[in-house]
């Protein structure tokens, strides 16, 4: 598998944008290529003190790689297959004088990185080859020198991808029945609903969240779903014809599946069941829908993009191999609590997705609380509004193709904007400020996983 992304398209798409009147961003400052090799299970690289831009990569050994991440490699347990990408970088011109950075790595085998100059010559080559037994990190710091590469090039591309409509889009979740409010044996809800303990079934409530959703600028809601005939199936079956009323876009989050054959029927019965309606999101003439991370644990990996035909797949987790045979990537949370880490996070995942023409989704939300559900369970504080402005002001800084609202009415832990009796409309009226700066542009620590199935 060739993974390069050839600097000399680059150009090509260059002078196309110039034809077209696209004026590309221009940076100045250094390229080097950064072999990473290991004998280890996995890996990781981060720069500590710079941010830079991606360019590419390519996977230099035959080995399987069980996850190629944006600077990372995973792979089995105890898996010591020598494996080496080459990653294409491009640092800027107002460099520390150290350039700091750590390697991580499991418990056997060693990792390498070794920087390359334009002229091809090495300029740096660090190994970590800790293998303390109980660390389950083996971190090594390293530092080098910026004097080691002093060529300047002048590279302009066009930083801002593919032109796609910006949507702002919200989790929903259409679980909700009078018994489930109490599904731990107690009110399992840290806040409550303005509109009371309502049931998802209720066409009137469907109706509410649509236009207050809509007063807002959201553009539509991708609904949980947990299979055929759930209760969110039944439900969604209102939903969407609601949508198609009241011209509204809506999808499927697929939550769940059992097996390699139960994602085959699944997806058919999407197709047969969904997509022809109106109202369903599409993206590049396909139907789309999101995969949550709990499918990428259960099958095999490449079954997806086996059965992947008839839609377009916004997979789950910033991750380069996320995004071969997929039209693009999201995560359901922030990956961080820090703005600039998460920031950082961001402008590599959207480089990544620029070199790759595809879709890339940041995910926005007010705060987190599943402590009425889970023990000890895990809460961020909303910081009245504070931790939701964060996360919009990190999502913005990288100009996303799609803004996704985690959550809508997810109740059960805590990250609704929906209107509730603790904090009234406030929510709303934050996203709609909020949207307004995203869709007024050009278009160009914490819990990982969610609770389990509320439709017990």
Same mark, same amino acid.
């Given at each position: 598998?060739?993974?390069?992304?050839?600097?000399?398209?680059?150009?090509l798409?260059?002078? /196309?944008?110039l034809?077209?009147?696209?004026?590309p961003? &221009?940076i100045?400052?250094?390229?080097? &290529?950064? !072999?990473?090799?290991?004998?280890?299970?996995?890996?990781?690289?981060?720069?500590?003190?710079?941010?830079?831009?991606?360019?590419?990569?390519?996977?230099?050994?035959?080995?399987?790689?069980?996850?190629l991440g944006i600077?990372?490699?995973?792979?089995?347990?105890?898996?010591?297959?020598?494996?080496a990408?080459?990653?294409?970088?491009?640092f800027?011109?107002?460099? %520390?004088? =150290?350039?700091?950075?750590?390697? $991580?790595?499991?418990?056997i085998?060693?990792?390498?990185?070794?920087?390359i100059?334009?002229?091809?010559?090495?300029?740096g080559v660090?190994i970590?080859?800790?293998? /303390?037994?109980?660390?389950?990190?083996?971190?090594?710091r390293?530092s !080098?020198?910026? &004097?080691?590469?002093?060529?300047r090039?002048t !590279?302009?591309?066009?930083?801002?991808g593919?032109?796609? =409509?910006?949507?702002?889009?919200?989790?929903?979740?259409?679980w909700?029945? %009078?018994?489930?409010?109490?599904w731990?044996?107690?009110?399992?809800?840290?806040?409550? %609903?303005?509109?009371?303990?309502?049931?998802?079934?209720?066409?009137?409530v469907?109706?509410?969240?649509?236009?207050?959703?809509?007063?807002?600028?959201?553009?539509?809601?991708?609904? +949980?779903w947990?299979?055929?005939? +759930?209760?969110?199936?039944?439900?969604?079956?209102?939903?969407?014809?609601?949508?198609a009323?009241?011209?509204?876009?809506?999808?499927?989050?697929?939550?769940?599946?059992?097996?390699?054959?139960d994602l085959?029927?699944a997806?058919?019965?999407?197709?047969?069941?969904y997509?022809?309606?109106?109202a369903f999101?599409?993206?590049?003439?396909?139907?789309?829908?999101?995969?949550?991370?709990?499918?990428?644990?259960? /099958?095999?990996?490449?079954s997806l *993009?086996v059965?992947?035909?008839q839609?377009s797949?916004?997979?789950?987790?910033?991750?380069?191999?996320?995004?071969?045979?997929?039209?693009?990537?999201? =995560?359901?949370?922030?990956?961080?609590?820090?703005?600039?880490?998460?920031?950082?996070?961001?402008?590599?995942?959207?480089?990544?997705?620029?070199?790759?023409g595809? !879709?890339?989704?940041?995910?926005?939300?007010?705060?987190?609380?599943?402590?009425?559900?889970?023990?000890?369970?895990?809460?961020i504080?909303?910081?009245?509004?504070?931790?939701?402005?964060?996360?919009?002001?990190?999502?913005l800084?990288?100009?996303?193709?799609?803004?996704?609202?985690?959550?809508?009415?997810?109740?059960?832990?805590?990250?609704?904007?929906?209107?509730?009796?603790?904090?009234?409309?406030?929510?709303?009226?934050?996203? &709609?400020?909020?949207?307004? *700066?995203f869709?007024? $542009?050009k278009? /160009?620590?914490q %819990?990982?996983? $969610?609770c389990?199935?509320?439709?017990?």
């Amino acid at each position: 598998m060739n993974l390069t992304i050839k600097i000399s398209l680059i150009g090509l798409l260059f002078s /196309i944008n110039l034809l077209l009147g696209v004026s590309p961003e &221009k940076i100045i400052g250094d390229k080097l &290529k950064v !072999l990473l090799e290991t004998t280890s299970d996995w890996t990781d690289l981060i720069f500590e003190n710079t941010n830079f831009r991606y360019l590419g990569e390519k996977v230099l050994t035959t080995s399987a790689v069980s996850l190629l991440g944006i600077l990372s490699i995973s792979k089995r347990a105890y898996d010591s297959t020598f494996t080496a990408i080459e990653y294409e970088l491009f640092f800027p011109k107002d460099l %520390p004088k =150290e350039i700091r950075f750590s390697v $991580r790595k499991g418990g056997i085998g060693f990792t390498r990185i070794t920087f390359i100059d334009t002229r091809q010559e090495t300029v740096g080559v660090f190994i970590n080859d800790k293998n /303390i037994p109980q660390d389950v990190q083996n971190l090594k710091r390293f530092s !080098l020198d910026r &004097k080691l590469f002093q060529a300047r090039d002048t !590279l302009q591309i066009n930083l801002n991808g593919q032109e796609s =409509e910006k949507l702002v889009l919200a989790f929903y979740f259409l679980w909700y029945y %009078p018994e489930n409010w109490y599904w731990t044996g107690k009110l399992s809800i840290p806040h409550q %609903p303005i509109l009371g303990l309502y049931s998802s079934s209720e066409e009137d409530v469907l109706k509410t969240h649509i236009a207050m959703a809509k007063s807002v600028g959201i553009d539509g809601f991708i609904c +949980s779903w947990w299979g055929i005939n +759930s209760v969110s199936d039944q439900n969604l079956k209102k939903l969407a014809s609601l949508c198609a009323e009241n011209d509204f876009k809506f999808t499927v989050y697929l939550e769940k599946v059992n097996s390699v054959n139960d994602l085959k029927n699944a997806l058919c019965y999407l197709e047969s069941t969904y997509t022809k309606q109106s109202a369903f999101l599409r993206y590049r003439e396909k139907s789309v829908i999101f995969i949550f991370n709990r499918i990428l644990e259960t /099958i095999p990996f490449d079954s997806l *993009r086996v059965y992947n035909a008839q839609f377009s797949i916004i997979n789950y987790g910033y991750k380069v191999s996320h995004l071969e045979g997929f039209e693009g990537y999201h =995560e359901f949370l922030p990956p961080e609590n820090n703005i600039e880490k998460l920031e950082r996070i961001y402008q590599l995942a959207k480089d990544v997705a620029n070199n790759k023409g595809k !879709l890339m989704a940041v995910p926005v939300m007010p705060g987190f609380d599943d402590r009425k559900v889970n023990s000890p369970g895990s809460v961020i504080e909303r910081k009245k509004g504070a931790y939701y402005k964060m996360t919009w002001k990190s999502a913005l800084s990288v100009n996303p193709d799609w803004i996704l609202i985690s959550t809508f009415n997810e109740w059960f832990e805590g990250s609704e904007i929906e209107p509730s009796k603790e904090y009234g409309d406030f929510y709303l009226k934050l996203t &709609k400020q909020y949207v307004e *700066r995203f869709k007024a $542009r050009k278009s /160009i620590s914490q %819990p990982r996983t $969610r609770c389990c199935n509320k439709e017990q």
